[in-house]
């Protein structure tokens, strides 16, 4: 983001009091799924929905956000933290209009900061939070202590999987240990089942997961579609172009519109959620006592 761009966004971030971005954290059992490819293409489609999004790259030391985008962030999370930079400065602007942050490197133990540098990141995650309608957390792989406190804290979460059974049992295991171990009353998890061949194989997938879900942790499973295979995709992570965009044609954009119309015809009950900042206050406090 340039001087002036940075400039006008501090001042709209000023201006603004109140947090009211939707949160959403997107993770999955297993690496190798899709899971960074779906949540940006996943912001692209609700940027072209009129929203203004935000994706937040905290899959520390392994992010390719940006890779994705074609894009060489000039600053990222490790260095608005070890430069003490206001968050405006590290914001970057990526394709059709939507914003990313960059994890950086060198911030392996970023989950347990210090008190002081803690308390800056809260300040600046507030600025962010009461700007963009909403922000899209990538995380990294697995289900991590780290994972599971800012999972908590997100309004939603969305665990990507395959059609695969290694990927299935590994979604299952994330799950698992997110709703055996959350201290909220109440976490919407839905579902995202990518790369498949068919509708059919999609549901038989949700299906599986569903019913050991429902069967053994006492959850009910939220199933937000599917992404068909598609070859767009690995051409699309070729140029470094998101499929959204590359081929409008492609099966993997058509399923995502699919996506994105059915979540966003969802009853909007988040309109009023102030509540995703003090979550992640409480989520990590004991981590920097």
Known sequence: MNKDQAHDLRIKMNQQTEEHAHTI??????????????????????????????????DIGMGNIDILLGLQPKQSLSTMLEKNLQISDIIEE??????????????????YLDQSKY???????????????????????????????FIQAADESIVVTTTEPTSI?????????????????HLKISLLVNRAQSEQEAQIAFT??????????????????FIREDRTVVEAVKKQIPYYILNERGK???????????????????????QFISRVRSMFTRKVD
């Open 25 to 58: 954290a997107v993770f999955s059992g297993k690496g190798g799924v899709g899971k960074s490819n779906f949540a940006l293409n996943f912001s692209i489609a609700l940027g072209q929905q009129g929203k203004k999004v935000l994706i937040f790259d905290l």
């Open 94 to 111: 990526g394709t059709q209009g939507i914003s990313y942050i960059a994890a950086g490197t060198g911030l392996s133990d970023f989950f």
């Open 119 to 149: 308390n800056y990141f809260i300040q600046q995650l507030q600025f962010v939070a009461s700007t963009y309608d909403y922000i899209i957390f990538d995380l990294g792989a697995g289900m991590s202590e780290e994972h599971l406190a």
């Open 169 to 185: 049992t590994d979604a299952y295991a994330a799950m698992k240990r997110l709703i055996v171990h959350s201290s909220r009353d």
């Open 208 to 225: 599986k997961l569903e019913s050991v879900v429902t069967k053994f942790l006492n959850y009910k499973l939220n199933f937000i579609g």
């Open 252 to 274: 993997a954009k058509k399923s995502l519109d699919h996506v994105i119309t059915d979540y966003m015809n969802e009853p909007v009950t988040h309109k009023n959620n102030r």
